[in-house]
């Protein structure tokens, strides 16, 4: 996210929690030092909206150590000029600040997420161990709830309740919500790997995802008071959770009609639901399919004419023929949003379908904007045909078969790309020695 929307949320964490510990924001926003020091600049001293303590914490002050507005007293004509470093403390005239409306109606991407079987688990464990294990079950979740922008709205026992579209609004929250559930999933996993050997018990959950109208409004009283979504939105991502399979993910037809094509469902036909009338459309999300943009997921019947790009078009074209002709073309598309460039792009792609070349394409992410190198990362793993299924050995072998078709020095390259790939590397390599930034050069 940007700097603005990630103040927005900064603030929005602290007005929940009251209290943050900077180590502990730096974690759940994979913040880096220079970033964390304007963060508190801009709260601290700017907007006056916190304050330090001992160095550690960030502690809520809201507007309590502003000023008050009062009218400013009328003027002297008379008075004798005084410089301004003499003159006494005063207040300003300042306009009043329209107080927020006391509720709004958003559209609104909720989640549910629920751990199987808690009781059991409760019976195994001394509570302290269960307050472990579920302590880092919930910051497990809330680390990739947090990289996709998603807001906790609350933490229900063994339970989390998710907002995507609140307080900061994309234009993609039912994908962030899917890919979020996705991805707990999928860490989940990788949480078992630790706690099974240690605590002997193993963990899943329930995710049920809805998009739907909402009315956002403060509830509760005295000093206890939160941000609640009120409506069948709510209501209806919980139900769904109950649906859901153990390590499953289940959306309604709303969200699935907006993340149709990104992802692989699976039809659960339709369910009868407490508290509804009439049956509603579930769907099982099973995984990614990978599209890269937009264009993957339309027909190439669906798109209108290109018009207006017919010199940029020929240019393309023309690199193109060159090419072929064994002359290496480098070409730079720069524009404002929505002009165009990938439409261009898509317009050459098509144009060599039936012709022999290889493509290699590499895309940004808003989802990764914090995983250095990502756009390669994701080409590695696309070109090795890595799967998400697959065992670390498995990954590992598919990439030495690929180095060793291009003819490279194994021992020299496997650590590097291993390490970028997040791969485990085996005992027959010697391990990275190098500082962090020689082995930043050398991988790059």
């Not at 720069?334 to 144009?351: C, D």
Request: glycine letters at 6%; a negative charge; aromatic letters at 4%.
């Amino acid at each position: 996210m940007d700097y603005d929307a990630l103040l927005a949320h900064v603030i929005a964490l602290l007005q929940q929690e009251k209290r943050l510990a900077y180590r502990v924001l730096k974690r759940r926003l994979q913040l880096d030092d220079d970033v964390l020091e304007d963060l508190k600049d801009d709260l601290i001293y700017a907007k006056k909206l916190a304050v330090d303590e001992e160095g550690k914490v960030l502690v809520w002050t809201g507007d309590a150590d502003r000023p008050p507005i009062t009218t400013a007293p009328t003027p002297q004509p008379a008075a004798p000029f005084v410089p301004q470093e003499a003159r006494p403390p005063q207040a300003e005239a300042a306009p009043a600040a329209s107080s927020p409306p006391d509720a709004e109606r958003r559209q609104l991407t909720v989640m549910f997420c629920d751990l199987v079987d808690s009781t059991s688990l409760a019976s195994q464990l001394d509570p302290e161990d269960l307050q472990e294990v579920v302590r880092a079950y919930q910051s497990t979740c809330a680390e990739v709830i947090q990289r996709f922008d998603g807001y906790i709205a609350q933490y229900l026992g063994d339970g989390l309740l998710v907002y995507f579209g609140y307080p900061q609004a994309h234009e993609d929250d039912a994908q962030r919500a899917v890919r979020t559930g996705l991805g707990m999933v999928e860490a989940l996993g990788r949480l078992n790997a630790r706690l099974q050997p240690e605590k002997a018990v193993r963990l899943a959950i329930r995710v049920g995802v809805h998009t739907g109208l909402v009315v956002m409004g403060e509830m509760g009283g005295g000093a206890r008071r939160e941000h609640l979504a009120l409506g069948e939105t709510p209501n209806l991502a919980a139900r769904l959770q109950a649906l859901a399979e153990p390590d499953s993910l289940v959306i309604s037809g709303a969200t699935a009609r907006l993340v149709e094509g990104v992802y692989e469902c699976r039809a659960l036909g339709l369910q009868s639901l407490k508290g509804l009338a009439t049956p509603v459309p579930v769907y099982q999300v099973v995984g990614d399919r990978g599209a890269q943009s937009r264009f993957d997921l339309a027909s190439p019947t669906a798109l209108t004419p290109l018009v207006g790009r017919e010199q940029e078009v020929g240019l393309l074209l023309e690199r193109w023929a060159q090419v072929q002709e064994g002359r290496g073309q480098e070409v730079v598309l720069s524009g404002e949003a929505g002009i165009g460039k990938s439409r261009l792009v898509q317009v050459v792609k098509a144009h060599v379908a039936g012709e022999p070349h290889t493509r290699w394409e590499c895309r940004a992410s808003p989802y990764h904007q914090h995983s250095a190198l990502y756009p390669v990362i994701d080409l590695f793993e696309r070109a090795l045909q890595l799967q998400g299924e697959d065992s670390p050995d498995a990954r590992l072998s598919k990439l030495e078969a690929a180095l060793t078709a291009a003819a490279v020095r194994l021992p020299e390259v496997v650590p590097l790309l291993a390490a970028l790939l997040s791969l485990p590397l085996p005992p027959r390599y010697p391990p990275l020695t190098l500082t962090p930034q020689r082995q930043k050069e050398k991988t790059l």
